[in-house]
């Protein structure tokens, strides 16, 4: 149980395009996802926290308007990069933290979006 | 906000041998401290956590310690086998939406 997938698992754009990512709880219902992001042989760095029928709340340094989230059902949030540049290059992955009573905090992660920008 | 080290960020043991990883973190609110093991190319996995009411958890060859008054967390893996090297990190939960703030991560290398 407790499985998050992720779509595409890799996606290579050219720069000015948008780029969506689909982040899904599969056995499980998410109130709350977030968005990381991971720079190769660096931490995870939290991006925006995403509630289910609400404005995903964002990071200190983070654009809203070129990162937009979306969080639409209990169970999906996708990301989209707009007009993608070189730098937007990243893994982007995704978690969902399971509907239920007790283990509140425990965050299931996706399996990560390699974004490459050309 | 709150702040977590982790160290040592690179580690080597052989295999059969422990490895023992040391977080901190700063803000005493702080109340659910989870590992994820994250393989290249992949999404971290959790593999083991605490929550601040307990001073130690235990699951077949990994254990976490937590001592609340000192701000810092341990996880211990034991009789360490090729499977486990990979990048370990430690995390902190705070806040009612449960936000993790990561240390920077474990290189752990198991040599045959």
């Known amino acids: 149980g407790a499985v998050v997938s992720q779509h595409p698992s890799r996606v290579i754009c050219k720069s000015g395009t948008s780029v969506k990512i689909e982040c899904r709880s599969l056995?499980?219902?998410?109130?709350?996802m977030f968005w990381y992001r991971q720079f190769p042989k660096q931490s995870l760095m939290l991006m925006a926290t995403?509630?289910?029928?609400?404005?995903?709340?964002?990071e200190q340094g983070v654009e809203k308007d070129k990162f937009l989230i979306n969080h639409a059902s209990l169970t999906l949030s996708t990301l989209t990069v707009t007009s993608a540049h070189p730098e937007d290059s990243s893994f982007y992955i995704c978690?969902?933290?399971?509907?239920?009573?007790?283990?509140?905090?425990?965050?299931?992660f996706g399996p990560g979006t390699r974004l490459t920008v050309l | 906000g709150e702040n977590v080290e982790q160290h040592p960020s690179t580690l080597s043991v052989q295999e059969g041998d422990s490895a023992v990883i040391k977080c901190t973190y700063s803000d005493s609110a702080s109340n659910y401290f989870p590992w994820y093991k994250q393989e290249l190319g992949k999404g971290p996995q959790l593999i083991i956590d605490i929550r601040s009411n307990v001073g130690e958890k235990k699951d077949q060859r990994i254990a976490v310690t937590l001592n609340k008054t000192a701000k810092h967390f341990s996880l211990h893996i034991t009789e360490t086998q090729p499977e486990d090297s990979a990048v370990y990190f430690c995390?902190?939960?705070?806040?009612?939406?449960?936000?993790?703030?990561f240390g920077a991560g474990t290189q752990v290398v198991v040599t045959p």
């Open positions: 995403s509630n289910e029928g609400s404005k995903a709340t964002y």
């Open positions: 978690s969902a933290k399971p509907l239920r009573q007790g283990s509140t905090d425990t965050q299931y």
């Open positions: 056995d499980f219902q998410a109130t709350t």
């Open positions: 995390a902190a939960s705070i806040g009612s939406w449960g936000k993790l703030q």
